[in-house]
């Protein structure tokens, strides 16, 4: 849905971060290998964020990664919250649920949106570990537990919101879920931990009802 990529392409460039686009076909039956251009982006970068185009980044999140104090940093980690907003029951009991925070210090494996990788760590890593590392959570948690304590910015603030949104849910893998917009009615208060991301959960709500009549 054009309106969800909308929503998280303002709180990206609220953050202040830079957007290098990978198109991912929903119904791609294998992953697409990140051409050699946008790989030259990304050595270019001072950090890389792994990021779905729904997911939301906090406003405060690139200042945090620019901070001198964490220049020498290889990996940084950060709680983000994950919202699932659909109704197959098979995933979820709750339509609405929210599930626990990510801890950044002892969640074993990263979400996309909660890591990123700095200059330091990418120009030690081969294009195709690279790819890997943004690409595959596993990967990335497997390169977490490599790197030393010394060079691993760990952050306690939930800095990211990983959307889960019955709207952009379908894939080769859920080709079966019921793609149909969910009611956020009753919903509307004490829904995200992170304050920044409650005007984002507005909007999410305002469009929901504009496109189901209020219902």
């Known amino acids: ?50 990021i779905d185009d729904d997911d939301w980044l906090a406003p405060d999140l690139i200042n945090a990664l620019e901070d001198p104090a964490i220049s020498r940093a290889w990996l940084a980690t950060w709680p983000s919250q994950l919202i699932y907003i659909h109704p197959d029951q098979h995933r979820c009991t709750d339509p609405f649920a929210i599930l626990p925070e990510t801890q950044a210090s002892t969640c074993p494996k990263l979400v996309r ?59 080769t893998f859920y080709g079966s879920l019921d793609l149909r917009l969910g009611n956020f009615a009753g919903r509307r208060s004490g829904f995200v931990r992170a304050n920044w991301a409650t005007k984002l959960l507005q909007e999410l709500d305002a469009m929901h009802l504009e496109l189901t009549g209020g219902h």
């Open 1 to 50: 849905m054009q309106e969800l990529q909308e929503l998280a392409l303002r709180s990206w460039q609220a953050s202040g971060a830079q957007v290098i686009r990978h198109a991912m076909p929903a119904d791609a039956p294998h992953q697409v290998p990140l051409p050699a251009k946008v790989i030259l982006q990304l050595r270019a970068a001072r950090w890389v964020i792994s």
């Open 113 to 171: 949106s909660s890591y990123a990788l700095s200059s330091h760590m990418i120009r030690r890593l081969s294009d195709q570990e690279l790819e890997l590392a943004l690409m595959q959570h596993g990967e990335a948690s497997r390169w977490r537990q490599q790197i030393p304590r010394g060079l691993r910015w760990e952050s306690s603030i939930c800095h990211a919101v990983h959307l889960r949104h019955q709207a952009t849910a379908g894939s």
